[in-house]
Antibody, heavy 119, light 110 residues
Framework: EVQLVASGGGLVNPGGSLTLSCAAS????????MNWVRQAPGKGLEWVSS????????FYSDSVKGRFTISRDNAENSVTLQMNSLRAEDTAMYYCVREEDFSGCGDFWGPGVLVTVSS | NFMLTQPHSVSGSPGKTVTISCTRS????????VHWYQQRPGSAPTILIFFDDQRPSGVPDRFSGSIDSSSTSASLIISGLKTEDEAEYYC?????????FGGGTHLTVL
């Protein structure tokens, strides 16, 4: 059974940092691109970042470029999103999403983790 | 970057058919496919249609996808509406470096 379990969410002050992790199981992790997609409360979906299967290609949305860093550990079947200089507008549910390499399709989504940026 | 435009909401009666459109502002679905997701309240999105018109196993054939002849507009068609279909529906496409989602369409089954 495919599972994506995200952790590390919580409440953080504006300007602070947080690290999200996503533990994958039930599939060959090293063969898939991984993405983070977020959803602000009551809003739509917004793609955040992606990292290809061997970390050769890494992309970010303009809204997080320079503040967020995505990485992965294929030996540990995990992907991480380091979030710095957090803003109120980063408040959202963050989903870890699997993508078959270069398909552009999120074929499996984890349940998400909530990040709240507030003083 | 391009944008994807969906209607804010659609509605239909049980047993009827509804269509949700998704229009791409630039570029073409011929080069970069469209995918559709269903999101029920309080849950993560799930893939509903991929590569324009392909259904994952487990998705009923009441759900179908299509692309128009200009390849700039996509449609999600839901036939034989059920109350359980009431949810938010998102189209999504991509280019070489980014994913883009439509704003979402809320389906109400009256």
């Amino acid at each position: 059974e495919v599972q994506l379990v995200a952790s590390g969410g919580g409440l953080v002050n504006p300007g602070g940092s947080l690290t999200l992790s996503c533990a994958a199981s039930g599939f060959t992790f090293s063969e898939y691109t991984m993405n983070w997609v977020r959803q602000a409360p009551g809003k739509g979906l917004e793609w955040v970042s992606s990292i290809s299967s061997r970390s050769s290609y890494i992309f970010y949305s303009d809204s997080v470029k320079g503040r967020f860093t995505i990485s992965r550990d294929n030996a540990e079947n995990s992907v991480t999103l380091q979030m710095n200089s957090l803003r109120a507008e980063d408040t959202a549910m963050y989903y870890c999403v699997r993508e078959e390499d270069f398909s552009g399709c999120g074929d499996f989504w984890g349940p998400g983790v909530l990040v709240t940026v507030s003083s | 970057n391009f944008m994807l435009t969906q209607p804010h909401s659609v509605s239909g009666s049980p047993g009827k058919t509804v269509t949700i459109s998704c229009t791409r502002s630039s570029g073409s679905f011929a080069n970069y496919s469209v995918h559709w997701y269903q999101q029920r309240p309080g849950s993560a999105p799930t893939i509903l249609i991929f590569f324009d018109d392909q259904r994952p196993s487990g998705v009923p054939d009441r759900f179908s996808g299509s692309i128009d002849s200009s390849s700039t507009s996509a449609s999600l068609i839901i036939s034989g509406l059920k109350t359980e279909d009431e949810a938010e529906y998102y189209c999504q496409s991509y280019n070489a470096t980014t994913w883009v989602f439509g704003g979402g369409t809320h389906l109400t089954v009256l």
